[in-house]
């Protein structure tokens, strides 16, 4: 039997691990897997907006090349497309979108002298390797034997990026944007107060 050939996007082959930070109040200045410190990388990313609208934006993420990993920052990434876009074409944004890899240095720099069309950039575009998503404990005291898998997770509270705000009021259609969750509070032990002794 002969094996199919795995088809994928892009020519190139995948490179990094990819993240698009969702909370703006955390900037990741180490890296969420080794814990060391964080690099930066300037990378043209390739994203794909609906419904047909795939540009590349070259943007320093942190890099952390232990872990291979790129992280980018979701609310400068929507400032930057809603900035480009408000010149290129207003009507896409606020439309959902997908960081979907990176480009070649050099075929970026000849789309910015010469607009390509959609098959002349996938024929310069790594896809990534693996993309995940990162969710933040917040701090506070906690019982020594909980299960780890019962923490409290801090969601992502929703953006206010321009992204959003010049999308109108059509985008806050239910389960576009998460709403922030509440979590109980922890209950401490209460100290036992020592008697002092009679006289």
């Avoid at 917040?138 to 992502?156: F, H, R, V």
């Avoid at 979590?183 to 401490?188: D, G, I, M, N, V």
């Amino acid at each position: 039997m002969t094996k199919r050939k795995e088809r994928r996007l892009g020519k190139l082959p995948p490179q990094y691990t990819f993240i698009l930070n969702p909370y703006a109040e955390y900037r990741f200045t180490r890296c969420p897997g080794c814990e060391r410190k964080m690099r930066q990388r300037k990378l043209p990313l390739f994203i794909h907006i609906d419904p047909m609208k795939p540009v590349a934006l070259n943007y320093t993420c942190r890099y952390c090349p232990d872990c291979d990993l790129l992280i980018a920052h979701q609310d400068e990434i929507e400032e930057l497309l809603a900035a480009l876009f408000a010149e290129l074409d207003p009507s896409v944004i606020g439309n959902d979108y997908l960081v979907m890899g990176t480009m070649e240095h050099q075929a970026w720099r000849e789309s910015m002298k010469r607009p390509m069309g959609i098959p002349e950039m996938l024929e310069h575009l790594h896809i990534f390797k693996e993309v995940r998503t990162v969710r933040v404990q917040p701090g506070g005291w906690y019982p020594a034997d909980m299960d780890p898998s019962k923490l409290p997770i801090q969601e992502p509270a929703p953006l206010n990026t321009s992204w959003r705000k010049l999308a109108g009021p059509s985008d806050n259609r239910p389960g576009r944007f998460p709403k922030p969750a509440r979590f109980p509070k922890l209950k401490r032990k209460p100290r036992k107060r020592r008697r002092k002794g009679k006289e």
